[in-house]
């Protein structure tokens, strides 16, 4: 069956500048400039309490915009009811409305809207074929499992053909591996439906693998929106650098001089292209950034303190002989992830390098490795922007 | 309170208590069970007295009735009192059953309204008119009698049952209100945020959504209701004027109070003007059942 449930105006979203301040003076979100392209599909992403939920509801009309303007398309909704929006949300509880079946679940958002009952009918049973759930629209939601509740949750933001969807932490109450094949399938239907989504998570690895973009958020405050590869790769700042990545990137003190940066003993050429002023940086590199030795590469020597065997690769921590960074920017990044909180006998840093499984590794026995100059991040240890 | 609650801090029959089980038991905790359900017992008889001398007094032959034998159990079952006092008490049984269903429903209502607004489509200045609501509970009766009454025949609503029905009503509102307050405070924002979004307005949302997950406090509510308005004596004493309004409290008030009323028929019209509060709470007590918002959040 090949019915048509794609939308004909996919709308794109516009923040201007916009603010949200509770009462009692908590500011949740400021500032936040962001412009969303019809079609697009866009995560928010941060630590907990970062204002993503918020932006969301924000765009949604569920809360009030303290300050800027809120565009869907043409129009000016920063004063608009939810209702008169034409967006369709999931929650992260689902929500769904217990005393209803499957059915009127889904037809209730057209029901409210004047559709009539034929083509609510029909396309509520369109919207239940693609989302396999065709079998389960008498019941009532108790009746069903957590992923088939998530899917008539679903279903019933598409069943609007709304012009934007907005997600709030769809997959977090599913259990891991179901999270996983549910991402994959909301990113074929995103693909079918063409539909402008902004989802919101705070899991960095589901941002990565469903944006197009993804708009990193701290207190309040847009870091950076941009391609994954591009966060990845080129992080603005401290706190995106600590955020991104699983695992996370390694940060040590150094210290610039003559155009080459040195840690912990060791001394490496500043990479060609880049000027660095002579002082303190924050120098971070990926796990991947560090490899087995190669030619012409700055060799490190690492003692191996942990072992983490994943089967077809291998995280070896070891510890460099240089002050670990602990700011605030790391510290909330961290806590995202909530792991790290690890009690390590000194202040030194700690590396975490991705290893080949065939790469004979002891604990404690030393173990040469290399740098990959290229892969160097620099950060300014006052403000945490890259340099 | 269930003697299950109250057993479960000792010993289950012929267990002794386990090793590592963290709490260790007196060799007392055997009497004391024994105590305890000792002392449940007598309350239980105590407080069946009353109602144990009601049914078995108007049961009884009428010349079986004395206050010497009241403790005795009938000789003889007998229906005659109940058949007495039939003709007396069917007018107030009828009039009480049009002001309470009617009084208890419509201020269930209200009160479903009220405490959905207050708990889910927050305006401002909730937080202000919510106490003021709840106020109206502590006020009593006596204290409103005479500016009520001045009130009802100034609107002309003195006398008959319409007056009565609008006095229970608003009398109920500030219970019923709190009751689903309550109710709704406990069901998730995110389903009424979902109608919003869907394009329900407070309205709909509240018929569509609030309304059905709120049977058990209707059950509450309802119950409670129409118990309080079928009890009252006072307000249908003062409002209804014409005999043909009296609710059957005052009916049977006029049984029990008359000159020399035999104890079987007092007896029996009590019973009978005493049946339908307690039909209600059977029939109604079933939906006190949890589970009405099953499935609709992650679960």
């Known amino acids: ?387 | 309170m269930s003697a299950a609650t109250l057993d479960d801090t000792t010993v289950p029959k012929g267990q002794t208590p386990r090793k590592g089980h963290g709490r260790i038991r007196s060799r007392w905790a055997p009497y004391v069970t024994v105590l305890k359900y000792a002392l449940l017992l007598f309350f239980l008889v105590f407080f069946l007295m009353p109602v144990y001398a009601l049914v078995v007094t108007s049961l009884k032959d009428p010349a079986e009735v004395g206050v010497d034998t009241v403790w005795n159990l009938p000789s003889t079952l007998s229906f005659d009192s109940f058949a007495t006092v039939w003709p007396k008490l069917q007018d107030g049984l009828v009039n009480s059953l049009m002001l309470a269903i009617p009084a208890s429903l419509i201020s269930s209502l209200l009160g479903a309204a009220n405490g959905f607004v207050l708990s889910k489509w927050r305006f401002p200045g909730a937080d202000f008119v919510f106490p003021l609501i709840l106020f109206g509970m502590f006020i009593p009766y006596q204290s409103v009698l005479i500016p009520m009454t001045e009130t009802m025949s100034f609107l002309g609503l003195k006398g008959g049952l319409d007056g009565l029905i609008l006095v229970h009503i608003i009398y109920g509102l500030p219970l019923t209100t709190l009751i689903f307050r309550s109710y709704f405070a406990g069901i998730s924002d995110e389903i009424v945020e979902a109608a919003e979004v869907d394009g329900a307005g407070m309205l709909r949302t509240f018929f569509h959504v609030a309304l059905p997950v709120a049977p058990p406090a209707f059950a509450v509510a309802i119950i409670w209701q129409f118990t309080s308005a079928w009890n009252d004596f006072l307000f249908g004493a003062v409002l209804t004027t014409n005999r043909a309004y009296w609710p059957v409290t005052i009916a049977l008030n006029n049984i029990a109070g008359g000159q020399a009323v035999p104890f079987n028929e007092a007896m029996a019209s009590a019973l009978i003007a005493c049946l339908p509060t307690l039909l209600v709470y059977i029939l109604l007590g079933r939906f006190f059942m949890r589970g009405l918002m099953a499935g609709a959040l992650k679960g």
């Open chain 1, 1 to 387: 069956m090949n019915v048509d449930i794609t939308n004909a105006e996919a709308a794109g979203i516009t923040l201007d500048g916009v603010d949200k301040v509770y009462r009692g003076g908590v500011k949740a979100v400021s500032g936040v400039d962001l412009t969303i392209d019809p079609g697009e599909f866009m995560v928010l992403v941060g630590p907990s309490g970062c204002g993503k939920s918020t932006l969301l509801r924000m765009i949604a009309g569920l809360e009030e915009v303290t300050a800027g303007r809120v565009h869907i398309g043409d129009t000016d909704v920063t004063n608009k009811l939810p209702q008169q929006r034409d967006v369709a949300m999931v929650f992260q509880s689902y929500a769904l409305y217990p005393r209803m079946s499957v059915r009127r679940n889904m037809e209730f958002g057209l029901r409210m809207r004047g559709t009539k009952a034929a083509e609510r009918k029909a396309r509520a049973a369109e919207v239940a074929e693609t989302l396999g759930l065709a079998h389960l629209l008498e019941r009532r939601p108790a009746a069903l499992s957590g992923g088939q509740r998530q899917r008539v949750a679903m279903g019933r933001a598409i069943v609007r053909r709304p012009k934007v969807f907005l997600m709030d932490e769809p997959l977090s109450n599913l259990d891991a591996k179901l999270r996983v094949s549910m991402r994959a399938e909301l990113s074929r239907l995103h693909q079918r439906l063409g539909v402008t989504t902004v989802y919101v998570t705070h899991d960095q690895i589901e941002a990565m693998t469903l944006g197009q973009r993804v708009a990193v958020l701290r207190d309040g405050v847009l870091q950076q929106c941009d391609t994954p590869a591009n966060l990845f790769h080129k992080p603005v700042n401290l706190f995106v650098a600590a955020f991104i990545g699983s695992p996370g990137m390694n940060f040590v003190s150094a210290r610039v001089e003559g155009g080459r940066v040195g840690f912990g003993g060791l001394s490496i050429p500043v990479p060609e292209g880049r000027t660095l002023a002579d002082g303190e940086v924050i120098l971070g590199v990926r796990p991947t950034g560090i490899t087995l030795p190669g030619e012409g590469r700055p060799a490190l020597t690492a003692v191996p303190e942990v072992i983490e065997d994943l089967g077809d690769e291998r995280h070896v921590v070891f510890p460099v002989a240089a002050p670990r960074v602990d700011t605030d920017a790391t510290r909330a990044a961290v806590d995202a992830e909530s792991a790290d909180d690890v009690l390590l006998p000194d202040d030194h840093a700690r590396f975490t390098v991705k290893l080949p499984i065939d790469v004979p590794v002891t604990l404690g026995e030393p173990l040469e490795l290399a740098i990959n100059p290229a892969r160097l991040h620099f950060f300014d240890p006052a403000t945490g922007a890259a340099l």
